[in-house]
């Protein structure tokens, strides 16, 4: 066989299995926290719908970060600044992290840029809210359930038939858990509201037009170990990974 046939095959051997590897290979989700103990049931969740996980912390945050990612999860945590969509701070606003707030809400814009999936819980539904030119209710009162198991269905909400939402629950309805005392107030550009709480506060959003952009205000998380009536947000976030993954 001539040398230059014989490295032409070698060539398109490494190629497919090179292919094969990537097919083979799990969707890395970035998992964007304050504490490493906030990170265990959003990993497990994340895992138990076929993705890995990189945790993204704001002492290391690089906007390098971001390279290899295939799909990114905000999680829930302190306040936002209200500095970020020029208000003064509400006298009940707390654990505020300017740090976590530049890291995230860069790390959203970037995202939607790259038009990388991602997906917003609690404070991460006002993350990308706020990265998107909106602003928040910052103190709310009714809602925040922490007296409570975490897995406790605190209110139902009701889901935008149509949306992406809707599609993925497979449902216009839901009894959800609730720990937040803050909500969005005005939206955000591009985004539309998904559902609501009985009281009309905004639970979900999403961005129409992006492959996938969705946030909700409950914690699905936490029911990981108690029945599955979330998951499918989790394996949606990773399904639209892996599709980013192959681009």
């Known amino acids: 066989m001539p040398l230059k046939t014989l490295h032409r095959r070698i060539e398109l051997n490494?190629?497919?299995?090179?292919?094969?590897?990537?097919?083979?290979?799990?969707?890395?989700?970035?998992?964007?926290?304050?504490?490493?103990?906030?990170?265990?049931?959003?990993?497990?969740s994340v895992e138990e719908a076929g993705g890995e996980i990189k945790t993204l912390y704001p002492e290391s945050f690089?906007?390098?970060?971001?390279?290899?990612l295939n799909g990114?999860?905000?999680?829930?945590?302190?306040?936002?600044?209200?500095?970020?969509?020029?208000?003064?701070?509400?006298?009940?606003?707390?654990?505020v992290d300017p740090?976590?707030?530049?890291?995230?809400?860069?790390?959203?814009?970037?995202?939607?840029?790259k038009n990388l999936p991602v997906l917003g819980i609690c404070r991460g539904l006002q993350v990308m809210n706020v990265a998107?030119?909106?602003?928040?209710?910052?103190?709310?009162e009714g809602h925040d359930d922490s007296n409570s198991e975490r897995y406790n269905i605190a209110h139902p909400v009701k889901i935008l038939e149509g949306t992406k939402?809707?599609?993925?629950?497979?449902?216009?309805?839901?009894?959800?858990?609730?720990?937040?005392h803050q909500a969005?107030?005005?939206?955000?550009?591009?985004?539309?509201?998904?559902?609501?709480?009985?009281?009309?506060?905004?639970?979900?959003?999403?961005?129409?037009?992006a492959d996938y952009f969705i946030g909700v205000q409950w914690h699905p998380e936490?029911?990981?170990?108690?029945?599955?009536?979330?998951?499918?947000?989790?394996?949606s976030l990773v399904d639209a990974a892996r599709t980013f993954q192959k681009k």
């Open 14 to 44: 490494l190629i497919e299995n090179l292919d094969t590897y990537n097919s083979m290979k799990k969707p890395l989700i970035g998992i964007a926290a304050d504490k490493p103990r906030r990170v265990s049931k959003y990993r497990k």
């Open 62 to 68: 690089t906007i390098e970060a971001l390279d290899g």
């Open 72 to 95: 990114l999860l905000l999680t829930g945590g302190g306040d936002i600044d209200a500095s970020e969509f020029d208000e003064p701070n509400h006298p009940q606003v707390y654990n």
């Open 99 to 113: 740090k976590r707030d530049s890291m995230e809400l860069t790390l959203t814009r970037k995202a939607l840029e």
């Open 132 to 140: 998107m030119g909106g602003n928040l209710i910052q103190h709310l």
């Open 165 to 180: 939402l809707n599609r993925i629950l497979g449902k216009s309805s839901a009894g959800v858990n609730s720990f937040h």
């Open 184 to 209: 969005i107030k005005h939206l955000g550009d591009r985004l539309i509201a998904t559902a609501w709480s009985p009281d009309n506060v905004i639970e979900g959003i999403e961005i129409p037009d």
């Open 222 to 235: 936490e029911f990981v170990d108690f029945g599955k009536d979330f998951q499918a947000l989790f394996d």
